[in-house]
């Protein structure tokens, strides 16, 4: 009997082991669901503007006041895709001389990068001195440069400025540091209760009385940079090449021993000689020339044909201005075409109209806004398409100048919700969008060619153009956020960085829809633009 209970125990083990060897062995294949945890909005006190969320590198990056103490940052508020959970506690506090780290996670971990950016002004000046002052705010060193008889046992400090505006404090008080013969002296700038910083205070003698740091020779206009005696008639005389009179210069711009003005009204692609002055002191003439006035083609958009069914903003040969004509073809759709209805006073007969609409292709439906750009349609990916921005110039035009009529539409087809624009929904108004910019964009570095640098993937966000990308010289942007009451006459002004830097290419985009790479707008969104010209 005993035997029998012993072989039945085991049984019953044997029995056991393998349901759970069974069970071990059964796969899971039901797949986690794949969502995509973003970072929607972030509020911290002390900033400027609204924080810069990129949902494709995962980063958010915020610029401080320079009165706030960046190493204890209040963040007040964060939201993130709903169901997400943080290993960082909201509100907080927090350092951020360093990168904040923050994982979102769900289904699936994601992490995010939250930096600042805080810039002080810093300028340190002295009575008569040369030019503007050289700060080096790694090395707490301040240098000002006076002219050779200066008497460096008498300097006057006019204005210094170091740390953060109204609450850094100086010691000794800089206006009794008056002896810099042979030495330097020593300033501690405090601000926020315990920051101290060591500044070194340098006054140089030069023998430079006056001298250009730059000259830049636009198409219609020429940039004049120069240093001279802070304390002195400062200025500067310009004549085209050959002529006999000197013109002074008007409206120059003195800040300290840095002086600036601009010429305008030139001609283009002429020789002109300029001089800095400060008293009676004179730099050497310089010679330069200014560039050609590039004109766009076909800015009036005349110019129409039709290829294999598809509406073309150009005529036979190489395309100049492109459109997502290409794309809505798949749909036998027509986004962008020319229309009767032109500007009031227009020498021509036709527009370029650009109505948003909802493509279907193979029962798919696809929103689209109606666009004209610089550069060419790429191609599909799926549904996706890909766009070539861009088109060869070194032209730096100062505006672009043109007619617009535009119906603006209440969004009715959400695709996706720009990260920039987390509060996006259905029922907002739809805006209209007039951009230019110069730069110099690499094909190598976009992926585009040598003709259309720029390639934007609509399927992903971190090839969209940024306006304020590291390659951008220069840029204007119209946002039409209402409809305009007919013909709106326009002239957007371009913000350029640099006066010296000579761009590559040209890039212009019209959209009835400014979040149609998101396939996000209105169906009812109606653009309609003329007679765009550059001005110089």
Request: aromatic share 8%.
């Amino acid at each position: 009997m005993m035997k029998t209970m012993i072989h039945n125990i085991r049984r019953v083990a044997v029995v056991v082991m393998l349901a759970v060897a069974a069970i071990a062995c059964i796969k899971n294949d039901v797949p986690l669901p794949v969502i995509k945890l973003d970072i929607l909005s972030l509020t911290a006190e002390g900033t400027v503007g609204e924080a810069k969320i990129d949902a494709t590198a995962h980063t958010v990056d915020i610029v401080l006041e320079e009165t706030t103490d960046i190493r204890n940052v209040k963040i007040t508020e964060v939201t993130v895709t709903e169901g997400a959970e943080m290993d960082v506690l909201f509100p907080g506090t927090f350092d951020l001389r360093h990168p904040l780290y923050v994982m979102l996670t769900m289904y699936q971990d994601y992490e995010w990068t939250i930096a600042a950016e805080q810039t002080i002004e810093r300028y340190f000046r002295v009575e008569g001195q040369i030019g503007e002052s050289v700060i080096d705010p790694v090395n707490h060193v301040a240098t000002a440069y006076v002219p050779m008889d200066a008497d460096l046992n008498a300097v006057t400090i006019t204005d210094i400025k170091l740390g953060p505006k109204d609450i850094s404090t100086y010691f000794p008080d800089p206006a009794t540091l008056t002896s810099f013969d042979g030495t330097v002296r020593h300033v501690t700038v405090t601000y926020h209760g315990d920051v101290e910083e060591m500044w070194t205070l340098c006054v140089v003698p030069t023998d430079v009385e006056v001298a250009f740091s730059s000259v830049d020779a636009w198409a219609k206009r020429i940039w004049l940079y120069a240093d001279g005696r802070s304390d002195t008639d400062l200025g500067f005389k310009y004549r085209k090449a050959g002529d006999e009179e000197w013109i002074t210069v008007n409206d120059v711009t003195v800040n300290g021993g840095s002086f600036s003005a601009c010429v305008e009204g030139l001609e283009t692609m002429t020789s002109y000689e300029v001089v800095a002055f400060s008293n009676d002191n004179l730099t050497e003439v310089v010679t330069v020339t200014t560039e050609d006035a590039y004109t766009l083609p076909n800015g009036g958009f005349e110019e129409w044909s039709t290829n294999e069914g598809i509406v073309c903003p150009y005529l036979t040969g190489a395309p100049f201005w492109g459109s997502g004509n290409d794309g809505a073809a798949m749909a036998s759709t027509t986004l962008t075409e020319p229309t009767s209805d032109v500007r009031p006073g227009s020498a021509g007969t036709k527009a370029a109209s650009l109505q948003s609409k909802k493509a279907a292709v193979m029962g798919i439906g696809k929103f689209a806004a109606g666009n004209i750009f610089l550069g060419e349609f790429g191609g599909l990916v799926g549904l996706d398409g890909l766009v070539n921005f861009g088109r060869p110039s070194t032209a730096r035009p100062v505006a672009l100048h043109g007619w617009v009529k535009y119906n603006c539409g209440t969004i009715d087809e959400l695709g996706r919700v720009p990260s920039t624009r987390p509060d996006l929904k259905k029922g907002d108004s739809d805006e209209g969008q007039i951009l230019i910019a110069v730069g110099n964009w690499t094909a190598e570095e976009y992926g585009g060619s040598a003709d259309c640098p720029v390639v934007v993937n609509t399927k992903d966000e971190s090839t969209y153009f940024d306006k304020n990308g590291k390659n951008v010289i220069g840029v204007g942007e119209m946002i039409l956020a209402e409809s305009t009451n007919g013909w709106l006459e326009f002239t957007l002004p371009l913000d350029y960085r640099s006066t010296s830097e000579i761009p590559t290419h040209m890039i212009i985009i019209c959209s009835g829809s400014r979040y149609g790479d998101y396939f996000t707008g209105s169906t009812h969104s109606l653009m309609l633009v003329d007679d765009l010209e550059l001005i110089y």
